[in-house]
């Protein structure tokens, strides 16, 4: 949860231990996955899809998902608005195709002093060769190092931010003094198929076929995201888990 303090400067600096995604407006089911897969064999009356049931059809649906038909699932659309740490999005603006983001701008802004700090559960300690590495718990007094040394950086960070603006830099100048811990925000709009590519890479699952070891920042909005997307398109995602989880 938030926890406030304040800076030699007098503004408040909030820490974060979580992120969150926000489903600001979709236009997504399951039915979109049959008229669009359905069109291949009977053109115009494949829009008699839009008035059925599409549980009648998941069986189509797995089959499409199983043999990767891909393009059936990208006819839909789903916006998501993601409040997170700059380091997560860069990571996230790997995903381009399929994906369109729009994320607020230092230049045009002033930027607000809210901080990621990791939880208590949040793995820290890195153990083994790159490439087959792990990470493990560390302990209680590495976790109160580590979140002091953060929020000392950031107070610092911030307020040679608002000093240099007090001085009449630049917006687009004295951003540069902060670090890429500090939240960010962005509209994210993406497609069924983009979503589950996303998600192969950037969750961890037991259903998985594929290994993944994503960061556990972008984990926890990939499984934001995953839960919004899972009421809309309910038996494609049951496809998606049913089938190793791997993107059609």
């Known amino acids: 949860m938030p926890i406030e303090t304040t800076t030699a400067t007098a503004v408040p600096v909030r820490f974060r231990d979580d992120v969150s995604v926000e489903l600001v407006k979709h236009s997504a089911s ?3 996955v049959l008229w669009a897969a359905r069109v291949s064999t009977a053109g115009e009356q494949s829009l008699e899809e839009l008035t059925k049931d599409p549980e009648r059809s998941k069986g189509l649906i797995n089959y499409l998902m199983r043999d990767r038909h891909g393009s059936p699932f990208e006819h839909n659309s789903m916006t998501f608005f993601v409040s997170a740490p700059i380091f997560v999005f860069r990571e996230f603006m790997r995903h381009r195709v399929g994906w369109s983001y729009n994320e607020e701008s230092g230049r045009y802004r002033e930027l607000q002093p809210v901080f990621y700090v990791p939880g208590p559960e949040r793995k820290l300690v890195q153990q083994g060769r790159p490439g087959k590495y792990e990470f493990v718990h560390g302990t209680e007094e590495q976790h109160k190092a580590t979140v002091a040394a953060m929020e000392q950086s950031y107070e610092q960070s ?8 007090a001085a009449g830099v630049a917006r687009e100048v004295a951003r540069a003094t902060l670090p890429v811990g ?5 509209y994210a ?5 983009s979503l589950m590519h996303f998600l192969g890479l950037r969750t961890q699952h037991e259903l998985a076929t594929t290994p993944s070891f994503p960061q556990r920042e972008i984990e926890m909005v990939g499984e934001l995201m995953e839960e919004h997307w899972a ?8 496809a998606f888990n049913a089938n190793g989880r791997v993107a059609p």
């Open 189 to 193: 709009t993406c497609n069924a198929r």
């Open 30 to 32: 399951d039915g979109d």
């Open 182 to 186: 500090l939240f960010s925000s962005m």
């Open 231 to 238: 009421r809309l398109m309910p038996l494609t995602h049951a």
């Open 158 to 165: 911030y307020a040679a931010y608002q000093e240099m603006l």
